[in-house]
């Protein structure tokens, strides 16, 4: 392969390197404490936050 991408700020591409990383299904996920209860469901939950990409999952029971 001769596609050589053109050089950028190792921020960019470190944050690039972790985007690619998400996409793929492993985001680094962190609870996010200051929410653990689903008003809704009347419940204590755990909602995760992935620190790189910033989406979000929850989790509860
Ligand atoms: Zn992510």
Do not use: Y
Not at 9 to 30: D, I, L, M, N
Not at 31 to 40: A, E, H, M, N, S
């Amino acid at each position: 392969m001769s596609n050589v991408l053109p050089f950028k700020k190792p921020s960019q591409r470190e944050r690039a390197r972790r985007t690619t990383v998400c996409r793929s299904g492993f985001h680094k996920w962190e609870v996010d404490k200051k929410k653990q209860f689903d008003v809704k469901r009347g419940k204590l939950i755990t909602i995760r936050r992935c620190r790189h990409c910033g989406a979000t999952k929850v989790t509860g029971d």
